[in-house]
T-cell receptor, first 116, second 115 residues
Framework: GESVGLHLPTLSVQEGDNSIINCAYSNSASDYFIWYKQESGKGPQFIIDIRSNMDKRQGQRVTVLLNKTVKHLSLQIAATQPGDSAVYFCAENIDAGGTSYGKLTFGQGTILTVHP | NAGVMQNPRHLVRRRGQEARLRCSPMKGHSHVYWYRQLPEEGLKFMVYLQKENIIDESGMPKERFSAEFPKEGPSILRIQQVVRGDSAAYFC?????????????FGAGTRLSVL
């Protein structure tokens, strides 16, 4: 069935380094992807999104790359800060336009730890 | 501009009791989604509602679970006769009508503990 998964469950970096978090998806029909950040005891916080007709999108200190050929998504965080420490989830919309359009499918998450 | 509001933040129930979780969407949002998160796992979709309508309940267990989003008031996720396996964090999200994108904004969640 459809799934969204992550290659690395944990990532530790030094403050100031760049971080790359990866995500694989299996449903080629997915056409919309979102990255969320979740801090301990809080709800997921929207970071950045990308549609399948794009291969790159940039935000403030973050960049999302989409490779539809290999069904791979990545989140790049520049100059990582201790406040970036959290669990990062990718999520996808399956069957966009159908009744499940509202349904996001989440990956398991990657724990990012930033050391001062 | 208040975000998605969920209450209670923590809920303790004994096996067999009922749990009622409430969610008020962001202002201007007419679409509500409920997700469940087990420890160290991602969020699992449960149900998608619009005002007075259930759009997609494919993630809802067949028994004991129900959801509503009435014309007035918050969305309610109701769990009857709770069991220990229902212990989890339940998150509500809201969005404006999805049009080519579907950014969902999440509340802080309700952490349900079943004793």
């Amino acid at each position: 069935g459809e799934s969204v998964g992550l290659h690395l469950p944990t990532l530790s970096v030094q403050e100031g380094d760049n971080s790359i978090i990866n995500c694989a998806y299996s449903n080629s029909a997915s056409d919309y992807f979102i990255w969320y950040k979740q801090e301990s005891g809080k709800g997921p916080q929207f970071i950045i999104d990308i549609r399948s007709n794009m291969d790159k999108r940039q935000g403030q200190r973050v960049t999302v790359l989409l490779n539809k050929t290999v069904k791979h998504l990545s989140l790049q965080i520049a100059a990582t800060q201790p406040g970036d420490s959290a669990v990062y989830f990718c999520a996808e919309n399956i069957d966009a336009g159908g009744t499940s359009y509202g349904k996001l499918t989440f990956g398991q998450g990657t724990i990012l730890t930033v050391h001062p | 501009n208040a975000g998605v509001m969920q209450n209670p933040r923590h809920l303790v129930r004994r096996r067999g009791q009922e749990a009622r979780l409430r969610c008020s969407p962001m202002k201007g949002h007419s679409h509500v989604y409920w997700y469940r998160q087990l420890p160290e796992e991602g969020l699992k979709f449960m149900v998608y509602l619009q005002k007075e309508n259930i759009i997609d309940e494919s993630g809802m267990p067949k028994e004991r679970f129900s959801a509503e989003f009435p014309k007035e008031g918050p969305s309610i996720l109701r769990i009857q006769q709770v069991v220990r396996g229902d212990s989890a964090a339940y998150f509500c999200a809201s969005s404006p009508p999805p049009r080519g994108q579907n950014i969902q904004y999440f509340g802080a969640g309700t952490r349900l503990s079943v004793l």
